[in-house]
């Protein structure tokens, strides 16, 4: 069974930065891609930011120039990290893994972004 836990999450002040950590665990054959997404009040489920395999990577328009996905040694970890914060990136952050076409999930991890 594949289990993603997530950590870093937590209150930071407009400006601040936060760096978001994904464990893979279980039996995974292959992992095509490590992402992050997100679920704002009231909002759907978006994608924040993906990297591939390959080392490619994909970020929402909204994070771009302020938030960069990577991917660890450990090949089953990924990290986000998130610098100049505005209140609008408060949200639940989930961690995502891609493994041959299945979607894997974490349970997510509060960011908030309050003064």
Known sequence: QVQL????G???QPGGSLRLSCAASGV???IN???W??????????LVARITSGGSTNYA????????VSRGNAQNTAYLQMNSL???????YYCNVISES???WGKGTLVTVSS
Not at 37 to 46: I, L, T, V
């Open 28 to 30: 995974i054959f292959s």
């Open 37 to 46: 997404y997100r679920r704002a009040p009231g909002k759907e489920r978006e």
């Open 10 to 12: 937590g209150l930071v």
């Open 61 to 68: 328009d909204s994070v771009k120039g302020r938030f960069t």
């Open 33 to 35: 891609a490590m992402g």
């Open 86 to 92: 505005k209140p609008e990136d408060t949200a639940v």
């Open 102 to 104: 299945v979607y894997y």
């Open 5 to 8: 836990v997530e950590s870093g």
